[in-house]
């Protein structure tokens, strides 16, 4: 593979501009305003407060992963040979793509906390339903991880899996993303500008550059062997 330099040019101009638009203050308000429609709800709307608690339990972040990893599972039960040992290459480079972003967020010279301690008369869901366990407050909510996770894996179905694939991953990864919003314990932004930019400028560097091919051919004769190992090549 050759280097789309249109396509790198492009992510890297896109992600940077919901940095630093973010940077420079333009979303604020639109924070504010998701922050305090959800806030309000969680007294307003009988029952949402405990909905909110219950998905963000640390339970419901595991389902959401094994649900994801579904989808990669189903595909590559659909292929065979090393088609799917380049599924399984896949995932490593998933993993260890999310590894290095989560890092260089910490890395990022930016300390925000959640709305939920900024705002001190905020409505916390630990308070309103503390029978369940579940996050609303962050001391460094930028970026989120748990949004780098959900981003990640949009970022490689839209390389990688089939388009039709996305009309049910888009809205789901979306949907998923939603709760620590919902509770406050993650601004809007902190996925919007902070994990989706992350995302795509590791998507630039794999999929408009060689990198990803030479990634994958490095580690596919391992990866094929250990599928042949546990009787899984197909």
């Avoid at 949402?48 to 990893?69: E, H, P, S």
């Avoid at 579904?70 to 793509?97: D, N, Q, S, Y």
């Avoid at 407050?137 to 780098?148: E, M, N, T, V």
Wanted: aromatic letters at 14%; charged letters at 15%.
């Amino acid at each position: 593979m050759r280097w789309d330099l249109k396509g790198w040019t492009a992510l890297h101009a896109l992600a940077l501009l919901l940095f630093f638009s973010w940077l420079f203050g333009y979303w604020q308000e639109l924070d504010e305003a998701v922050f305090w429609w959800f806030n309000g709800h969680l007294v307003t709307v009988p029952g949402f407060a405990d909905l909110v608690a219950f998905v963000n339990q640390r339970w419901i972040d595991g389902a959401a992963a094994l649900l994801m990893a579904g989808f990669v599972f189903r595909h590559a039960w659909m292929v065979t040979g090393r088609e799917r040992a380049k599924i399984g290459c896949l995932l490593l480079l998933m993993a260890g793509c999310f590894s290095l972003q989560v890092a260089a967020g910490k890395t990022l010279p930016i300390e925000r906390a959640s709305p939920t301690i900024v705002y001190e008369q905020a409505e916390r869901v630990s308070q309103l339903v503390p029978h369940i366990k579940a996050k609303d407050a962050s001391g460094d909510s930028f970026p989120s991880d748990h949004g780098i996770g959900f981003a990640t894996f949009l970022l490689f179905a839209c390389y990688r899996f089939p388009r039709r694939y996305l009309y049910a991953l888009v809205p789901l990864v979306l949907a998923l993303a939603m709760p620590r919003v919902m509770s406050g314990a993650h601004w809007f932004t902190d996925f919007i500008c902070g994990s989706i930019p992350l995302a795509m400028i590791t998507g630039a560097w794999l999929f408009h550059t060689p990198l990803a091919y030479r990634l994958t051919e490095a580690m596919i004769t391992p990866v094929e062997k250990l599928l042949s190992r546990w009787r899984l090549q197909g």
